[in-house]
């Protein structure tokens, strides 16, 4: 899976408390990027990375925050988990903003 | 939006068959890309193509890009039960790739 791993694979958390989520690359590819897949949506971009310290809104970032401190690391937090945001999240890591993604296998959240 | 849109939504034909999906999408791009999705898994990327190029092979793939009509279509020959996955295509452009909603392809033995 291209060195991508994602921390945790599954979690249940209860609405209003805050939910890290984890990305580590081995590639030293510049570009990480995070996504929610929910049935009739698709992959919906939430935010992405371009570099350490760099980061930018995807089309649902809002009820998300990113971090990028180290090129192998991009967190995903949600300050207060809503139901809303029960989804599978997907981590992306690319050598350039529009060419070939290689993807993470996914952390399935529930928040009840 | 950027969107690609996949048609048809869902696809079950026989092993051995060839499978036609198609995207439109809205916008300009740099290129198209399609990636197949394995129930439970990442997506893995299967082709891309450019917005100057017509059409790339890859083994049984097979990928049409026409930016006249802003549309693209994905050929799997010879089709195998493996194949059983859904499919999205992504357009990309300006830093990011823009993913459909994807078609569901079964391959009935």
């Known amino acids: 899976d291209a060195g991508i791993t994602q921390s945790p694979r599954h979690k249940v958390t209860e609405t209003g408390t805050p939910v890290t989520l984890r990305c580590h690359q081995t590639?030293?590819?510049?570009?990480m990027y995070w996504y929610r897949q929910d049935p009739g949506h698709g992959l919906r971009l939430i935010h992405y990375s371009y570099g350490v310290k760099d980061t930018d809104k995807g089309e649902v970032s809002d009820g998300y925050s990113v971090s990028r401190s180290k090129t192998e690391d991009f967190l995903l937090t949600l300050e207060s988990a809503t139901s809303s945001q029960t989804s599978v999240y997907f981590c992306?890591?690319?050598?350039?903003?529009?060419?070939?993604?290689?993807f993470g296998p996914g952390t399935r959240l529930t928040v009840t | 939006s950027q969107q690609g849109e996949e048609d048809p939504q869902a696809l079950s034909i026989q092993e051995g068959e060839n499978a036609t999906m198609n995207c439109s999408y809205k916008?300009?791009?740099?290129?198209l890309q399609w990636y197949r999705q394995n129930s439970g898994r990442g997506l893995v990327h299967l082709i891309l193509i450019r917005s100057n190029e017509r059409e790339k092979h890859s083994g049984r793939l097979r990928v049409t890009l026409d930016t006249s009509k802003k549309s693209s279509s994905l050929l799997i020959t010879a089709s195998r039960a493996a194949d059983t996955a859904s499919y999205f295509c992504a357009t990309g452009l300006d830093d990011k790739i823009i993913f459909g909603k994807g078609t569901r392809l079964h391959i009935l033995p």
């Open positions: 916008t300009s791009i740099n290129n």
């Open positions: 992306a890591i690319s050598t350039s903003g529009t060419y070939e993604q290689y």
């Open positions: 590639e030293n590819h510049r570009y």
